[in-house]
C-alpha cells in the first residue's frame, strides 16, 4: 500500500524538449516505490504562495532515487518548474494508480504515445526490454517540432528488437498522417499480442475501435486532470461501457480498451 503522505524532493535539473514541453528530473528524499509503466504521481510545490493544485504526471524514468517527469506547459502551474532554480523544494505523492502490467509473453507490443503521452511508453519499453518482450514505439505528433526526444525513442524501441515510427500531421517528420494509421498499416504485414497508448481522446478512440475490430488486447492510460489523485474529489470520472463511472486516478489510469464508452467523452 503506498503511504498517503507527500515526500519531499528537490529539482535536480530541467531539459527544453520541445516549444512547450521540457522534462524535470526531481532527487527523492526519502523511500520511494519504484513506479511501474503508466502510474503516476502528484507533483506539488511547497510554499508557492498561490492555491495551486497538485498535479498529475506519469513518470518517464526512475533511477536510484531520481524521477524524470515531462511536463507540457499550459498556464502558470505548469509553467512554475520551467523558471524554478536547481534545489528548489517539490512534493510528491505516489506512486498512484494502476499499471500496464507487462509481463513475458504475450506477443509483440505496440506503444503509441500522442502529445504529451510519451513518459509512461518509455516506462512501458523498459518492462518489454527486462521481459524479452519486442515492442514497437508510435509518437504522433502535429510538427517536428512537437516530437519529444526521438532519439532516445529510437534506442529504447531499439532495445527491444522494435522499431520507432514518428508520425507528424503536417508530414514535417516521419510519416504524415496520424500515428493511428501508421499503426494500422503496421498491421497489415505484422500482428501484435498488445496495445499500449497514452494521448489525446480522440486517439484513444481510434485505438479502441482497431482493437476491437482486430481482436487485440488494448490497455490504454488516461489523461485526466485529477484534484487529490486518490479517488475522493471525484473530478476525473469517466462513463463504463455499459454503464456506471470509472474514477481515473483511483480506478486507473490504465484501462482495458473495451472498458470505457468512449464515444460517449467528450
Do not use: K
Not at 60 to 84: D, F
Not at 113 to 125: D, E, N, T, V
Amino acid at each position: 500500500m503506498v503511504p498517503r503522505r507527500d515526500l519531499p524532493a528537490r529539482l535536480l535539473h530541467r531539459r527544453e524538449l520541445s516549444p512547450t514541453v521540457y522534462a524535470v528530473t526531481f532527487r527523492l528524499e526519502g523511500p520511494f516505490h519504484r513506479p511501474a509503466a503508466g502510474q503516476f504521481v502528484m507533483l506539488g510545490a511547497p510554499g508557492l504562495g498561490r492555491p495551486f493544485w497538485r498535479r498529475a504526471f506519469s513518470p518517464a524514468a526512475y533511477r536510484r532515487g531520481e524521477l524524470e517527469l515531462m511536463i507540457r506547459q499550459v498556464g502558470s502551474g505548469t509553467a512554475y518548474w520551467r523558471n524554478a532554480p536547481a534545489g528548489t523544494p517539490a512534493t510528491l505523492l505516489g506512486p498512484l494508480g494502476n499499471g500496464f502490467g507487462i509481463a513475458a509473453g504475450g506477443g509483440r507490443i505496440a506503444a503509441v504515445a500522442g502529445g504529451i503521452g510519451l513518459p509512461p511508453l518509455l516506462m512501458a519499453l523498459e518492462e518489454a526490454a527486462r521481459h524479452g518482450r519486442e515492442a514497437d514505439l508510435f509518437q504522433g505528433a502535429a510538427t517536428a517540432g512537437e516530437l519529444l526526444e526521438p532519439e532516445r525513442c529510437r534506442e529504447m524501441a531499439r532495445g527491444t528488437d522494435g522499431e520507432f515510427v514518428a508520425t507528424t500531421d503536417d508530414g514535417s517528420a516521419g510519416e504524415a498522417g496520424f500515428v493511428t494509421d501508421a499503426l494500422e498499416r503496421r498491421l497489415a504485414r505484422r500482428s501484435y499480442g498488445l496495445v499500449l497508448a497514452c494521448g489525446p481522446l480522440p486517439m484513444l478512440r481510434a485505438l479502441a475501435r482497431i482493437c476491437r475490430e482486430r481482436g487485440i488486447e488494448g490497455r490504454f492510460a488516461m489523461e485526466e486532470r485529477m484534484a487529490c489523485g486518490v479517488g475522493v474529489c471525484l473530478g476525473c470520472v469517466v462513463p463504463r461501457a455499459g454503464g456506471g463511472h470509472a474514477r481515473v486516478c483511483a480506478d486507473g489510469p490504465v484501462f482495458g480498451a473495451h472498458d470505457l464508452d468512449w464515444e460517449a467523452m467528450a
